[in-house]
């Protein structure tokens, strides 16, 4: 079940499914919303709503266009108590097994199931939950949550599904029946510690900008809003055509670096809304027009996140569209 909710990481929802349909068995989403543009988009693959519904209107949306959904809470079941007619409605019951956020109570689940089977207008696809601490590979929590959704589904004919990305790389037991992989579809590591060439994951995303101008400065000349950095020797300055108005984050500034014909630059001063600057005085060929990768092959998002203290989840759907430009590879 290939997770592409959240415009597809950053990457373009659509785009992301049509490309991988050929090769999943069916996609996720977070909404009802997002299910709907890939249904109207013709993708024909099943389509989980992994945030499920709370909205009455929601149950006629998703019955019409064959929408599975996840269930996770008494109201949800009460909505669609009122089907009288159409089409089946296929949901997964989802169970928390200690990540609470969304889930009933695995001693509810039993309760639940002979709820769900007495109502004819819905179809059990199968039960699901959801890791808290996959992705750190000595999680005792993780190898907990893997015995409470064995233990509580143990004996019922249906389908599991427990597996992030995380999940998938880093503990084998949590496979099942169905597995999601998310960050790692699109070349990032779902795991602390690991890259994603640890991983024999390749990038999908590459930022690049370019040059807008090249500054000479001297010793005690500072760079950008505030003040904040200080040449202690004379500076060749480029000012590049990106900022946190585009989604490469403020947080980065003076912290993270750039490639320029291979080579790393520093990033200096603050980042401000549409422009960066970065140290050149290694780059002596380097001039106005000249391109530059912000992050991709060479340049991990990871390592960006690192720099800024965020996740590389975070920084992929951050992009808006005056950023993206998609190039066929």
């Known amino acids: 079940m290939g997770v592409v909710k959240s415009n597809g990481y950053g990457h373009g929802l659509v785009r992301v499914a049509e490309t991988l349909q050929s090769g999943v068995d069916a996609f996720a989403v977070a909404t009802v919303d997002e299910a709907v543009e890939l249904r109207d988009s013709n993708i024909e693959k099943p389509i989980c709503v992994l945030s499920g519904f709370c909205e009455p209107n929601h149950v006629s949306v998703v019955q019409a266009r064959k929408i599975d959904c996840v269930i996770y809470c008494e109201e949800q079941i009460e909505l669609l108590s009122g089907i009288r007619s159409g089409d089946k409605i296929a949901i997964w019951i989802k169970v928390d097994t200690g990540m609470h956020r969304l889930g009933f109570p695995s001693q509810k689940l039993s309760n639940v199931l002979e709820t769900v089977a007495a109502m004819p207008f819905l179809e ?18 993780t190898s907990v949550q893997i015995s409470r959704f064995k233990n509580c589904t143990e004996g019922i004919d249906t389908d599991r599904s427990i597996a992030n990305s995380a999940g ?6 949590s496979h099942f029946d169905w597995v999601r992989p998310g960050i790692m579809l699109y070349g990032a590591s779902p795991v602390v510690g690991m890259t994603a060439e640890d991983l024999h994951l390749q990038p999908v995303m590459e930022l690049y900008s370019t040059i807008l101008s090249v500054k000479q400065l001297r010793i005690g000349d500072t760079v950008g809003y505030g003040q904040t950095w200080t040449c202690t020797e004379h500076s060749r300055v480029g000012i590049i055509g990106c900022g946190y108005g585009d989604g490469y984050m403020r947080s980065a500034s003076s912290k993270s670096q750039v490639l320029i014909d291979g080579t790393r630059a520093d990033v200096i001063g603050r980042v401000s809304m549409d422009m960066l600057a970065v140290n050149l005085n290694q780059h ?3 001039g106005v027009g000249s391109s530059v990768k912000l992050f991709g092959e060479g340049l991990p998002v990871e ?11 975070e920084i992929l759907t951050s992009f808006n569209s005056r950023t993206v430009l998609f190039r066929e590879q």
């Open 124 to 141: 059990l696809k199968g039960i699901i939950s959801h890791f808290a601490s996959a992705d750190e590979v000595d999680s005792d929590f």
């Open 303 to 313: 390592e960006l996140a690192d720099a800024v203290g965020t996740i590389s989840y």
């Open 168 to 173: 998938i790389v880093s503990w084998k037991g």
């Open 284 to 286: 002596q060929c380097a």
